[in-house]
């Protein structure tokens, strides 16, 4: 069974930074695009990010780019490095593993892909 699990979220002041963390197992990091989205309350869940390790690709959403970094820096981790965080960021955060995609090119940001996603971490920007 495929379990990825979200961590580092929290509470956060505007122009403050958070790292979040996608734990999963190293096979699934290594062979599938691993997706980061949100969901803010009252809004549709969007893509934020995308690591793939199989063709070393990444990926933003025009809204995080510049400010957001995907990194995958041990066997079974994967962290999203949060910079210069606005309100507009608050949302619950997840993890999703496409299973059958093996870049981060075009539609990374199509959730219906992915085929096992995390429980979610809340962030919160706010002063």
């Known amino acids: 069974q495929v379990q990825l699990v979200e961590s580092g979220g929290g509470l956060v002041q505007p122009g403050g930074s958070l790292r979040l963390s996608c734990t999963a197992s190293t096979l699934i990091l290594d062979t599938s695009a691993i997706g980061w989205f949100r969901q803010a309350p009252g809004k549709d869940r969007e893509g934020v990010s995308c690591f793939s390790n199989s063709d070393d690709t990444f990926a933003y959403s025009d809204s995080v780019k510049g400010r957001f970094t995907i990194s995958r820096d041990n066997a079974n981790e994967l962290y999203l490095q949060m910079n210069r965080l606005k309100p507009d960021d608050s949302a619950v955060y997840y993890c999703?593993?496409?299973?059958?995609?093996?870049?981060?090119?075009?539609?990374?940001?199509?959730?219906?892909?992915?085929?096992?996603w995390g429980q979610g971490t809340q962030v919160t920007v706010s002063s």
């Open positions: 999703a593993a496409d299973l059958d995609r093996y870049t981060c090119g075009g539609g990374w940001y199509r959730q219906a892909t992915y085929d096992y």
